[in-house]
């Protein structure tokens, strides 16, 4: 609750011998991110005997001369979205499902 908002363990770790075994700890992570940061645009980055993979997706529609495409009989999600709200006629009533 009385934590320094601006401070991150880079900060923390700066206070040496006065912050404790957790600045040593917290140095680590600092140098961690430095590496990721300077290495640009990684795969992966090992720390403290483990190896982390970073995996980049990006969601690619296919498009064509009448517009977007529907779903695909290979496509592997052929389920319709759930129904999250009620039906509801004009004046803001519940229907039940029928």
Known sequence: ???????DARSFAEGGA???????????YAGAADALRAAGRVNRLRFRDTVYQIVRTRRLPRWGPGGPEGPR???VD????????????EDGNVHPEE
């Open 78 to 89: 052929g389920q319709d979205p759930a129904r999250i709200h009620l039906p509801l006629d």
């Open 1 to 7: 609750m009385d934590a320094d908002p601006s401070a």
């Open 18 to 28: 006065a912050a404790g075994a957790a600045a040593a700890e917290l140095a680590g």
């Open 73 to 75: 009989p290979s496509d």
